[in-house]
T-cell receptor, first 108, second 112 residues
Framework: GIQVEQSPPDLILQEGANSTLRCNFS?????LQWFHQNPWGQLINLFY???GTKQNGRLSATTVATERYSLLYISSSQTTDSGVYFC??????????FGQGTRLTINP | DTEVTQTPKHLVMGMTNKKSLKCEQH?????MYWYKQKAKKPPELMFV???????INESVPSRFSPECPNSSLLNLHLHALQPEDSALYLC???????????FGEGSWLTVV
């Protein structure tokens, strides 16, 4: 089956720093989503991005489907950005795979 | 605010109990999902319902029994669970199985 690798597994930054999270995948996919899971367990949609670039405030994402990776950029980090960031891949209607996640800690 | 509502938020049950987790969405989505998440792990797919029919069962033990009474509701019936089944159970929905997925806040289950 499709393999998904997220990097780095853990990232600790000071407030105000920028970060780049990466999601590599081994096969072509129909779609890709990025989520933020807050400390209370809530999974929040960030982007639905099969290809191209999208921006939402301090966050942006780029997926290069031909090279099988997606990047999530967080600028001017805030403590509320802490949590785990997951990419989720959709391959057809039967293959729905989460990456292992990147745990981001933003210190004040 | 999430448009997928899960109840209860917290549940403690004994190994001989029978309980149910409930999930509701009013976005007109035709696909609904149950995921299980253990600490420091990604969500793990359990079941997918598409147009009220079970389309994916990821070899989940029979002590977990899903039910989709209608297009807005999804239940997970629990019976004779083990302590290792303690986890966060997440419900989600999407327009179709291949589209953007939206999660509820989850139900924290503890089996004692």
């Amino acid at each position: 089956g499709i393999q998904v690798e997220q990097s780095p597994p853990d990232l600790i930054l000071q407030e105000g720093a920028n970060s780049t999270l990466r999601c590599n995948f081994s096969d072509s996919v129909n779609n890709l989503q990025w989520f933020h899971q807050n400390p209370w367990g809530q999974l929040i949609n960030l982007f639905y991005i099969p290809s191209g670039t999208k921006q939402n405030g301090r966050l942006s994402a780029t997926t290069v489907a031909t090279e099988r990776y997606s990047l999530l950029y967080i600028s001017s980090s805030q403590t509320t950005d802490s949590g785990v960031y997951f990419c989720r891949l959709i391959q057809g209607a039967q293959k729905l795979v989460f990456g292992q996640g990147t745990r981001l800690t933003i210190n004040p | 605010d999430t448009e997928v509502t899960q109840t209860p938020k917290h549940l403690v049950m004994g190994m001989t109990n029978k309980k149910s987790l409930k999930c509701e969405q009013h976005m007109g989505h035709r696909a609904m999902y149950w995921y299980k998440q253990k600490a420091k792990k990604p969500p793990e797919l359990m079941f997918v319902y598409s147009y009220e029919k079970l389309s994916i069962n990821e070899s989940v033990p029979s002590r977990f029994s899903p039910e989709c009474p209608n297009s807005s509701l999804l239940n997970l019936h629990l019976h004779a669970l083990q302590p290792e089944d303690s986890a966060l159970y997440l419900c989600a929905s999407s327009q179709d199985p291949g589209n953007t997925i939206y999660f509820g806040e989850g139900s924290w289950l503890t089996v004692v």
